[in-house]
């Protein structure tokens, strides 16, 4: 009887112990979760898309190898697209000289892409124009942001808003966002990696199923007057942009000339993405874990999310 108690105890403690760390212990194949995520592929030597099997792709989940089951170009059929152009309203009239360039990308869009325009306003992102094919209708509610300075507060505040709020609840179509912002926490100004808004929005960002991208543009105060500051913003944004899978475009600590060279680079990443599949061990609760992901493809450059969302048996 003794016996008994120790195994059942044993038992109790070992299963105990799995659950704290969020998997379940002897997963089998057929234990397995499918889960996914879209990765960005540019041809470094031609305009033609590579051919990409599930054979030519190598995937590590929290450090532990697993196959990848499919890879689906996001075109034709699939090529649905639900985009926000997200303007930090801090950024006010000096973002004026852009309008005319973000007018015209958003024009140049396919009718698959649907397009919405918000807008950074105390820790929300307020939609001027909620998503629509209509490209036109899109342009018209760009303006010029006008908000007091501070009235976006954390442009992470507002990332994590709207990935919690995504005004759409369509599986197929990808999620993306350009935020255009200098990425200056004002909570903390200086660079920390472990910046707990800038790591809530990951998270929302990650479970939403959202890609950030980022055009730097230094609102006026103190961007404009602390080089420390300026990089800081940077650097907070490159870390979000590189953890959700996107990219983070600027110039030096300067506001560009023209978003137009990195507008035309964020069409091409658009048209060159693929919804990458796979199975994991599943986790008691749904989770987000590490990612690493490597062709072995030649002559591509591939862009491909830091983390994934784990679903729950």
């Not at 209509?134 to 006008?146: E, F, I, Q, T, V």
Request: with cysteine; charged share 20%.
């Amino acid at each position: 009887m003794k016996m008994h108690r120790r195994f059942f105890a044993a038992g109790w403690i070992a299963a105990v112990c799995f659950a704290a760390l969020g998997w379940i212990p002897a997963v089998t194949a057929q234990d397995m979760t499918p889960t996914k995520t879209v990765i960005t592929v540019l041809p470094k030597h031609t305009e033609m898309p590579p051919t990409i099997t599930p054979q030519d792709v190598k995937i590590k989940v929290n450090g532990k190898a697993v196959r990848a089951e499919s890879i689906t170009p996001l075109r034709a059929d699939r090529a649905g697209l639900e985009l926000v152009i997200l303007i930090d309203s801090g950024a006010r009239t000096s973002l004026g000289i852009q309008l005319r360039d973000l007018t015209n990308f958003i024009q140049s869009l396919p009718p698959t892409t649907e397009v919405g325009i918000a807008y950074m306003m105390n820790g929300q992102a307020v939609f001027e124009q909620p998503f629509t094919a209509d490209k036109a209708r899109a342009a018209n509610a760009l303006h010029l942001p006008a908000g007091s300075a501070g009235s976006s507060a954390s442009p992470y505040f507002c990332l994590s808003d709207l990935a919690k709020n995504w005004p759409s609840r369509n599986p197929k179509n990808r999620r993306e966002v350009i935020a255009i912002t200098d990425g200056i926490d004002p909570y903390e100004v200086r660079f920390d990696p472990s910046d707990p808004y800038a790591q809530a929005a990951i998270r929302d960002s990650i479970r939403a199923g959202v890609i950030v991208n980022a055009l730097y543009w230094h609102n006026r105060g103190i961007a404009s007057r602390v080089g420390w500051a300026a990089t800081g913003g940077q650097n907070l944004l490159n870390l979000v942009t590189e953890k959700t899978g996107g990219k983070l475009y600027y110039q030096g600590l300067g506001n560009p000339v023209s978003f137009a060279p990195f507008l035309k680079e964020i069409s091409k990443r658009l048209n060159n993405q693929y919804e990458l599949g796979f199975s994991v061990p599943p986790r008691v609760k749904p989770g987000i874990d590490g990612l690493k992901v490597k062709l072995e493809v030649p002559d591509v450059k591939l862009t491909a999310p830091d983390l994934v969302l784990v679903p729950a048996r």
